[in-house]
Nanobody, 119 residues
Framework: QVQLVESGGGLVQPGGSLRLSCTVS????????LGWYRQAPGKERELVAS???????????TYGDFVKGRFTISRDNIKKTVTLQMNSLNSEDTAVYYCNKHPPYNTFWGQGTQVTVSS
């Protein structure tokens, strides 16, 4: 059974940082692209960042336009984790953050981790 468990969310002040982590089990992680997604109240779920499987001696990463260089996605295939380092957070980053394959697989959505940016 595939499970993706997110952690690391919390309350942070504007301009602060958080590091989200996702632990993956039941999946041959190194064969798959992975992504972080978020859903704010009343909005559609959107892609935050993705990281490909290892190919051509590197990983390919993509980011939502709103990231603007503030976030970094990384992965550790040995530990089976995918991490999202988020800096310079603002109130518009408030959302529930999820990890999943990229492209996402509907049955893999977990509980997510809440990120709240507020003073």
């Amino acid at each position: 059974q595939v499970q993706l468990v997110e952690s690391g969310g919390g309350l942070v002040q504007p301009g602060g940082s958080l590091r989200l982590s996702c632990t993956v089990s039941g999946l041959t992680i190194w064969l798959h692209g992975l992504g972080w997604y978020r859903q704010a109240p009343g909005k559609e779920r959107e892609l935050v960042a993705s990281i490909s499987e290892y190919m051509d001696d590197s990983y390919r990463t993509t980011y939502g336009d709103f990231v603007k260089g503030r976030f970094t996605i990384s992965r550790d295939n040995i530990k089976k984790t995918v991490t999202l380092q988020m800096n310079s957070l603002n109130s518009e980053d408030t959302a529930v953050y999820y990890c999943n394959k990229h492209p996402p697989y509907n049955t893999f959505w977990g509980q997510g981790t809440q990120v709240t940016v507020s003073s």
